[in-house]
C-alpha cells in the first residue's frame, strides 16, 4: 500500500492511477491531516509526500513521521515542485529516501518507488514475517496461525508484527505504547497488558510464544 499525500487533484488522480496500473495499491490523500487519519487506520508500505501543502508543510509531516516509533521506518519521497538543492538536502537530512521534482514521468516515478521499496527490502510481493508457526503477511493484514486464519484488530496486528520483528528482544511497556498506539504516557501502560491479553487468546497456544518479563515487558523468541 502506497499513500500519495498530493493537495493538486489532476496530479494526484494521475500517479495513483499510474501505480494502480503498475501493481500497486494507493490511496490519495490531500494533506497531513488526512494522512493522519489514514495512518491510524494502517501503515502503508511507503509514502510520496508534497512539499508544498495546505496547512503542515511536507517537511513538517516529514519530521513528525520520523520522530514517531510507529511510523519512522515507512520509506517517504518527497515530492515537490522545487528543484533546489536546499529543499532536497533538508528533506534527505530530515530522513527523506528519496527525492523527486516536479514535473517528472510516471515511468521515473515508479521505477523510484521500486527502488526504495528494493534497497528497504519492503517489496509488496515479499515481507512475509514468519516464527514457528505464525504467519504474517503485511501488505494484507493476515495473520495465521498454522491453517487457521486469526482476526486481529489494528492494534493488535501491530503488537504482535513489532514483538516478531524484535525476536529475543524484551519489549516494554512503554516502548510498545509508544510504537502501536504513538505515546508515552505514565499510567497508561494497562492498556497494553490488555491487548497483550486479547492477542494471546485468539493466538490460542501459539500465545504462550508471547513471555512476560515481570516487571518490564514482553518477549517473543529466546
Not at 521500486?114 to 515479499?126: N, S
Not at 516464527?131 to 482476526?151: A, K, L, T
Amino acid at each position: 500500500m502506497i499513500y500519495c499525500v498530493e493537495d493538486e487533484k489532476n496530479i494526484r488522480e494521475l500517479v495513483l492511477y499510474a501505480l494502480s496500473a503498475s501493481g500497486f495499491e494507493a490511496v490519495g490523500l490531500e494533506d497531513g491531516k488526512q494522512l493522519e487519519q489514514q495512518l491510524a487506520l494502517q501503515l502503508p508500505d511507503l509514502i510520496l509526500l508534497d512539499i508544498m501543502l495546505p496547512g503542515e508543510n511536507g517537511l513538517e509531516i516529514l519530521k513528525k513521521l520520523k520522530s514517531n516509533l510507529r511510523t519512522k521506518s515507512i520509506p517517504v519521497i518527497m515530492v515537490t515542485a522545487k528543484s533546489s538543492e536546499y529543499d532536497k538536502v533538508i528533506g534527505l537530512d530530515e530522513g527523506a529516501d528519496d527525492y523527486i521534482a516536479k514535473p517528472f514521468g510516471m515511468m521515473e516515478l515508479v521505477a523510484r518507488i521500486k527502488a526504495v521499496l528494493r534497497r528497504l527490502g519492503k517489496q509488496q510481493e515479499t515481507g512475509v514475517i514468519e516464527y514457528q508457526n505464525i504467519r504474517m503477511v503485511p501488505s494484507s493484514h493476515q495473520v495465521h496461525v498454522g491453517e487457521r486464519e486469526v482476526s486481529l484488530t489494528l492494534k493488535e496486528y501491530e503488537l504482535l508484527k513489532y514483538l516478531l520483528e524484535n525476536l529475543g528482544t524484551v519489549l516494554t511497556r512503554d516502548q510498545l505504547l509508544n510504537y502501536v498506539w504513538g505515546y508515552d504516557f505514565d499510567g497508561e501502560t494497562r492498556t497494553v497488558d490488555v491487548h497483550i491479553r486479547t492477542l494471546r487468546q485468539k493466538l490460542g497456544e501459539a500465545g504462550e510464544m508471547i513471555k512476560t518479563i515481570r516487571g518490564v515487558g514482553y518477549r517473543i523468541g529466546e
